[in-house]
């Protein structure tokens, strides 16, 4: 059974770091497009960040500069790392898999995970 576990969220201060993983079974990530989406309630779903398998790689303008995607295949895992954070980053982070190519619609992709909250706030 295919299945994404997101990990890593929590409370974090203003201007800290979090790193985000997303580990994959059921399936070979390394053909599939890992996206990282958030959303908060009563919010639309935002496209973070995406990695294809190609490893293009795509940054929404909030976070470039902040946030990098990187995939271990090895461990069939792909990270979100974020730094400086905002409080306006709040949200639930989910990972979602798409074969071979990124797309900014979460309804395009295969697989996702649970979620994992992130809070920025002092």
């Known amino acids: 059974q295919p299945q994404l576990v997101e990990s890593g969220g929590g409370l974090v201060q203003p201007g800290g770091s979090l790193r985000l993983s997303c580990a994959a079974s059921g399936f070979t990530p390394n053909q599939y497009a890992i996206a990282w989406f958030r959303q908060a309630q009563g919010k639309e779903r935002e496209r973070v960040l995406c990695v294809a398998n190609s490893g293009y790689t795509y940054y929404a303008d909030s976070v470039k500069g902040r946030f990098t995607i990187s995939r271990d295949n090895a461990k069939n895992t792909v990270y979100l790392q974020m730094n400086n954070l905002k409080p306006e980053d709040t949200d639930v982070y989910y990972c979602?898999?798409?074969?071979?190519?990124?797309?900014?619609?979460?309804?395009?992709?295969?697989?996702w995970g649970q979620g994992t909250q992130v809070t920025v706030s002092s």
């Open positions: 979602a898999a798409r074969l071979y190519g990124c797309s900014a619609s979460g309804g395009d992709y295969n697989y």
